[in-house]
């Protein structure tokens, strides 16, 4: 998977998965734009990583929910490198678990902007400046499949959304451009740290065939080779990575 000489982007790029797929791009070669939000000691250290193997990297902080913070992404990334190959859209949360029966508009609409309308404004943004076998690498979710668990119904929509989206755009952007996506299952995050109880992690894992969780580094292995040249008939998929949780 030799990416010498292309660009990509990471959204999300200061932790966990997104700042794995930022270091695997790296080491595979590629220039590296790295948006954060609100993770700039994880984003500062990877750009610090990078260059000191002799890669080259930026971070930038900015709202992916937000048209302008998208376009500064973009506009900085093109000024650096020249152009856009691969965005690996790694933003995303569930914001708080909420049951139906307690579901305002607001905490819907945010689901949906930080999971859905983000990727939208980014591959929008980033379109006119791929060419010809440039890649796009969603972060959809085992929930887009399954529904979620318990008050997560919101953002088990929002990855089925991107799941749709990213069949269509396949179609759309074809064959100048491939999208896929990923639906991780339980992966050693900060994002199961703050929502998923420990036990139901253990059980989780306990009863899946690998008996562990997965990590950031196996889920940015698959992005990057969805990313890569090596996948170039690969398109429109949503690739399960949960450790034979649930086969789609």
Same mark, same amino acid.
């Given at each position: 998977?030799?990416?010498?000489?292309?660009?990509?982007?990471?959204?999300?790029?200061?932790?966990?998965?997104?700042?794995?797929?930022?270091?695997?791009?790296?080491?595979?070669?590629?220039?590296?734009?790295?948006?954060?939000?609100?993770?700039?000691?994880?984003?500062?250290?990877?750009?610090?990583?990078?260059?000191?193997?002799?890669?080259?990297?930026?971070?930038?902080?900015?709202?992916?929910?937000?048209?302008? #913070? @998208?376009?500064?992404?973009?506009?900085?990334?093109?000024?650096?490198?020249?152009?856009?190959?691969?965005?690996?859209?790694?933003?995303?949360?569930?914001?708080?678990?909420?049951?139906?029966?307690?579901?305002?508009?607001?905490?819907?609409?945010?689901?949906?902007? @930080?999971?859905?309308?983000?990727? @939208?404004?980014?591959?929008?943004?980033?379109?006119?400046?791929?060419?010809?076998?440039?890649?796009?690498?969603?972060?959809?979710?085992?929930?887009?499949?399954?529904?979620?668990?318990?008050?997560?119904?919101?953002?088990?929509?929002?990855?089925?959304?991107?799941?749709?989206?990213?069949?269509?755009?396949?179609?759309?952007?074809?064959?100048?451009?491939?999208?896929?996506?990923?639906?991780?299952?339980?992966? #050693?995050?900060?994002?199961?740290?703050?929502?998923?109880?420990?036990?139901?992690?253990?059980?989780?894992?306990?009863?899946?065939?690998?008996?562990?969780?997965?990590?950031?580094?196996?889920?940015?292995?698959?992005?990057?080779?969805?990313?890569?040249?090596?996948?170039?008939?690969?398109?429109?998929?949503?690739?399960?990575?949960?450790?034979?949780?649930?086969?789609?």
């Amino acid at each position: 998977m030799d990416l010498k000489g292309k660009t990509a982007i990471v959204t999300g790029g200061g932790r966990d998965i997104g700042r794995a797929c930022v270091l695997e791009l790296a080491a595979r070669g590629a220039n590296v734009a790295i948006n954060y939000m609100a993770s700039s000691e994880g984003a500062d250290s990877a750009v610090a990583e990078i260059k000191a193997a002799g890669g080259n990297a930026f971070a930038l902080q900015g709202d992916m929910t937000k048209e302008a #913070d @998208v376009a500064a992404l973009v506009e900085k990334t093109v000024k650096e490198f020249g152009q856009v190959d691969t965005l690996v859209h790694v933003t995303g949360g569930l914001i708080a678990r909420v049951t139906m029966s307690e579901m305002t508009l607001d905490h819907w609409q945010s689901v949906m902007d @930080v999971n859905l309308t983000s990727f @939208v404004l980014m591959v929008r943004e980033c379109l006119p400046h791929m060419t010809e076998g440039s890649s796009i690498v969603g972060l959809a979710s085992q929930a887009g499949r399954d529904g979620g668990g318990p008050g997560a119904s919101a953002y088990g929509a929002s990855k089925g959304a991107l799941m749709t989206l990213t069949r269509g755009l396949a179609k759309e952007l074809g064959p100048k451009i491939r999208v896929n996506s990923l639906c991780p299952g339980m992966i #050693d995050t900060d994002f199961h740290n703050i929502f998923t109880k420990p036990e139901v992690r253990t059980h989780v894992a306990n009863v899946s065939p690998v008996k562990r969780e997965g990590t950031s580094e196996d889920v940015a292995k698959l992005a990057v080779f969805l990313a890569s040249d090596d996948a170039a008939f690969i398109t429109g998929a949503n690739v399960d990575i949960n450790g034979g949780m649930l086969f789609s």
